[in-house]
């Protein structure tokens, strides 16, 4: 019988009693609790149709999709279904340095909506903690069903949103959010580049990023345009780790007008680094043009 959301695949049932696994072509595995005598595992094998399925399996999987983009946890007897949706759950915080200098941070937010939540009783409350020691932001259910959340540096968090009814019931559920971070940086017109501080130690004392990404260019702006009339700039590139030992290095020559780049990846983040250009030889000024990625695996 065909699926008619599945435009590429098959799943193959095979038996067991009391477990049905979900595996993709993603490599991930979801476990799913079934009483049955006939299902144990679905495969995707490639193509578009299904050789073999279950009517329990094919509602579960109408179901997963139909709560793409939400979380619920349900309790029956006259409980709370909590049903929370929302847009992302993960975003980048940018930082922008001129000259050395942080000039603004555009911060992640991230709005959950528990509008869909259900009570036999009346809900008084709907609320995010972080978990981290600071106070729930709480709303009043009878007046707001929207929770925005500020992310202001880079980790993967996670959080217990909840709800409370009239009978003083609560229902929670977990939701882990992936922040990471990019920073941007100039410099105009230098002899003397600043080193460029790279943080990747959590604030929230959580999991530590996947890599450091480094994408670092040095130009050498031509002193009268179309005229060659500089000269060429001999520099090196240094990534420092905290104590101070260089943990990669490139030099480079950039003649007048032109620049030279440097792409690197570094996965030692349980340091703080720093990022610097050294001018080793030339009269010129150089510009400095560099953006730095921390970045985490995805959820």
């Known amino acids: 019988m065909l699926l008619p959301w599945v435009s590429r695949g098959v799943f193959i049932l095979k038996g067991t009693d009391d477990e049905l696994s979900l595996s993709m072509c993603y490599g991930g595995v979801i476990p799913l609790l079934l009483t049955t005598h006939q299902i144990a595992y679905i495969q995707f094998f490639g193509e578009g149709f299904v050789r073999q399925f279950h009517p329990t399996l094919l509602a579960l999987l109408f179901l997963s999709g139909a709560l793409a983009g939400c979380l619920s946890d349900s309790k029956d007897e006259g409980g709370i279904t909590l049903i929370v949706e929302y847009e992302q759950t993960n975003g980048t915080v940018v930082q922008s340095f001129i000259d050395g200098e942080l000039v603004s941070t555009t911060n992640v937010s991230i709005n959950f909506d528990f509008s869909k939540t259900l009570s036999e009783h009346e809900l008084i ?21 929207d929770i925005t959340i500020e992310f202001e540096s880079h980790g993967i968090y996670e959080l217990s949103a909840f709800a409370i009814d009239g009978q003083n ?44 990404i480094i994408d670092s260019t040095v130009e ?4 009268i345009e179309n005229i060659s009339s500089g000269r060429e700039v001999a520099f090196t590139w240094n990534l420092i780790d905290g104590t101070e030992d260089t943990c990669q290095s490139r030099n480079g020559i950039v003649h007048d007008g032109e620049f030279v ?13 720093e990022l610097t250009i050294s001018y080793d030889d030339g009269q010129d000024y150089i510009n400095v043009n560099q953006t730095v990625f921390i970045t985490y695996s995805e959820l």
């Open 220 to 223: 050498n702006p031509e002193l």
């Open 169 to 212: 019931q609560k229902e929670n559920m977990s939701i882990l959010i992936r922040i990471e971070m990019r920073m941007d940086w100039v410099e105009y017109s230098t002899f003397e580049p600043k080193p460029m501080v790279i943080d990747p130690i959590p604030t929230n004392g959580g999991e530590y990023p996947t890599s450091i």
């Open 261 to 273: 780049n440097w792409e690197t990846i570094h996965f030692n983040t349980f340091e703080v680094h």
């Open 125 to 145: 409350t709907f609320g995010i903690d972080l978990l981290d020691g600071s106070t729930p932001t709480l709303v009043g259910a009878d007046s707001e069903t």
